[in-house]
């Protein structure tokens, strides 16, 4: 009997990253902390509240207050003044399903549409330029399967992870096919960061040759010529698994296995950053490790918050979605106890182009908060937003906008430019 296995995702207590299973130990602390002033600048109040520690191994702990630095009037906000896509539309502005997008230094929009196999681009005020690429297995052509990514080089060269044909295109600034990189035989490539150095840093994981488990790593590629060589390979975190419900459902012949992470807990992840090192939430308070590329521990980021409970309405409500859309004929129920009384304090997290620091938080409901951190780790405060940003996917944020993409209440796909309003 075949057996399949099927992860499924939802928005509300879900997970969007895994791993593998490990302790990341945090180092001693100093005794001595430090206060920074910030005295002489506009945007905030006279001094941070926060302290700074020194690790024993050399890093840093940086725990910042409840309250931001960002003063009354100095806050960011977010206001939408870009949107590309129709439901009505039968060109190049409808999407099917987006796995990417990317912008490059003239602010044209790079989207990689998921079902028609091709890369759509636009320019900066949403106009569509042209197409690239097709469906296909052969050379220049694209199989994106359920994954697919797309990297616009300083050159203007175009590179899009060919995901279901297990390869790396390249494209000419053009759109015109030059060349192609097969992906390294036992690894599989879930995503991909591209360093501040132009270096492409391949997340997956590496399948043993004589079996067992198989670990997270990262793949250091380079660009030399047309091709994409291996520079080294870099040994993830391995963080334990999250709470999961498992059941297993008989369809067509086959016993499909089901596995749903059990609803607002959190889930252990990891994520590589840009600069080069790796960002860890390792639980589920307000904490964010940087590691280096040899899990040292750098910097610890913590800030003090209120816990957000869970609402008995909240549980409803997700309960019914995963009865009826997943565990139907299961079987298997809902096992309330094992629901925490909060929300985790971390969503998701990411670096803007001037290395601060992202952070999504769930407030109940459909409320969602971004918070942002400055390089050194002090909380600045919220971002202010009329969009609902519950519904946003954020895949880029440069020095002044964000992008991502945004599905409205028909699930219909926009692509969304934010530009960032900074205060004072």
Known sequence: MRRDVVMRRFP??????????SVICVLALAAVPVTWSCAGDASVEGAWGGTVDTLAGGGIRVVSPDK???SEGAEWRVEEDLRIGSLQSEGPDMFGEIADLAVDGAGKIFVLEQQAHELRVFDADGSYIRTIGREGAGPGELNLGFGGEVFIKASGRIWINNFRNRRWELFSTEGEPMASTPMMGRVMVSNTVMGKDGVFHERGR???TNGGESRPVIIRKQVRGDSLVVLDTIDAPRLPEGEAIQASLSSGGRMVQIILPVPFVHQPRWSFD?????WVAPDDGYRLLALSPDLDTLRIIERLFEPVPVTSAEIDEITKRYMNEVLAGTGVTIDRSRIPDHHPAIDTYQTDADGNLWVRRSLG????AWEVFDEDGR?????ESDL???RLTVHEITSDAVYGVFRDDLDVQYVVRLRIRKGG
């Not at 409901?365 to 969602?368: A, Q, S």
């Not at 909380?379 to 971002?383: P, Y």
């Open 12 to 21: 509300k207590g879900g997970a969007r990253r895994r791993g593998g299973r």
């Open 68 to 70: 931001g630095l960002w």
């Open 206 to 208: 590496v399948r043993p």
């Open 274 to 278: 840009p600069a080069g090192y790796f």
């Open 365 to 368: 409901g459909d409320l969602i």
């Open 379 to 383: 909380f600045l405060g919220k971002v």
């Open 388 to 390: 609902d940003l519950e």
